[in-house]
């Protein structure tokens, strides 16, 4: 199979798209209840199956709705990141991220997130990327106040917020790609 979409290298991980052979690691994650606290509705296993597939094939098409990368350090994948497209316009795109337990607190959201956002800007033509996360979901929030995100509150238990192309700075963290 021809390799349509770059691996994309940071100092400390290689996010790589995502292929059937890590259907045991996206369900490990989407399946651990305290990850998901901070994500959201539990899914059963048939579900996320279907999803996984579907975040294969959308990563086989040239044009994506949805680019879906698992971050390793060295050979171990340690987490899942994916841009998803608006179907409104093609110049905005969400943003999200899922990291295993064991890799938490150790900056990989940060510089995954930074790199996927860099992709997205300088290689997909995207203009605005925005994120979604629970309100008390306060590591997303520390992130993306980081990263140079406007937050809005959205609702009573979820946060929004974007960042426009001008206001994203590259940082060292990102080798080109």
């Given at each position: ?87 409104l316009s093609g110049t ?86």
């Amino acid at each position: 199979m021809i390799k349509i979409h770059p691996d994309l290298l940071t100092v400390n991980y290689i996010l790589r798209p995502l292929k059937k052979s890590e259907l045991k690691f996206f369900l490990s994650l989407y399946q651990n209840t305290r990850l998901m606290a901070y994500i959201g509705e539990f899914s059963d296993e048939s579900f996320l199956t279907d999803s996984f597939y579907r975040s294969v094939r959308y990563n086989q098409n040239r044009i994506p709705k949805r680019l879906t990368y698992c971050i390793y350090e060295g050979d171990r994948a340690i987490g899942l990141s994916s841009l998803m497209w608006s179907e409104l316009s093609g110049t905005t795109c969400e943003i999200g991220m899922i990291i295993n337990e064991c890799s938490l607190n150790r900056g990989v959201a940060e510089e995954a997130m930074s790199k996927l956002i860099e992709y997205a800007f300088y290689h997909s033509g995207v203009k605005r990327v925005f994120a979604r996360f629970l309100t008390e979901n306060i590591p997303a929030l520390k992130l993306v106040n980081k990263l140079g995100f406007t937050v809005r509150k959205s609702s009573r238990n979820e946060q929004y917020c974007f960042l426009d192309k001008p206001g994203f700075k590259q940082e060292a963290c990102c080798e080109s790609i």
